[in-house]
């Protein structure tokens, strides 16, 4: 399903950057755009990233580190796949 209808985003793109280790918006804007035209898909997309245990990501990502169920590689690389 599209969300983000300016920037042709769908919620697969999106589940597959979180599932890469983003953990803001403002990481899934930079990565993919969403939420920078119209804005009309900024509340879906924070929904999407509620689904991430934050305080485990948060803490991961402050010291490089994957936190539990996330691959090592980049975020990138998955997004490609």
Known sequence: MIVCVCKSVS???IKACVDAGATSLEELQV???VALCCGKCEDYVREMLDGVPCG????ARSIGQ????QS???REAALAA
């Open 56 to 59: 485990i990501a948060c803490s």
């Open 72 to 74: 090592a590689e980049p």
């Open 11 to 13: 919620d697969r793109q």
């Open 31 to 33: 990565d993919l755009g």
């Open 66 to 69: 994957p936190y539990p169920g």
